[in-house]
């Protein structure tokens, strides 16, 4: 469920996993430095059960970005993850694309 969509669609994603019943958490890039692989603003909806929409990375940090989201989702407090080319985390993760990416993951609630 990776495929690209725009944020009004992975906002609308977010919004129909919620009437479904499941707990959902937006991952939004809110910083970029040097060659980073998606723009400011570029998000990621995550599914309690591990289905996603959308990307903050082209793939190469997806994988701790969920992880780190269903791990949050049981708490109301946002985190922000950092990426970087000089961070050992980043190349065991992926990004070896030379930059640096911020990205704020927070549990969406229902109202």
Do not use: N
Not at 7 to 20: I, K
Not at 43 to 48: A, E, F, K
Not at 99 to 105: D, T
């Amino acid at each position: 469920m990776s495929d690209t969509f725009t944020d009004d669609q992975v906002l609308e994603q977010a919004a129909a996993w919620l009437a479904g019943g499941h707990k959902v958490a937006l991952a939004t890039v809110i910083e970029t430095w040097g060659s980073a692989p998606r723009p400011v603003g570029s998000q990621l909806v995550i599914r309690d059960d591990t289905a996603f929409t959308g990307s903050v990375s082209g793939g190469c940090i997806e994988g701790d970005v969920i992880t780190r989201a269903l791990d949050l989702m049981e708490g109301d407090a946002p985190e922000i993850l950092e990426y970087g080319v000089s961070d050992a985390m980043a190349w065991e993760v992926g990004l070896a694309c030379g930059g640096r990416i911020r990205v704020l993951i927070e549990p969406v609630k229902g109202v």
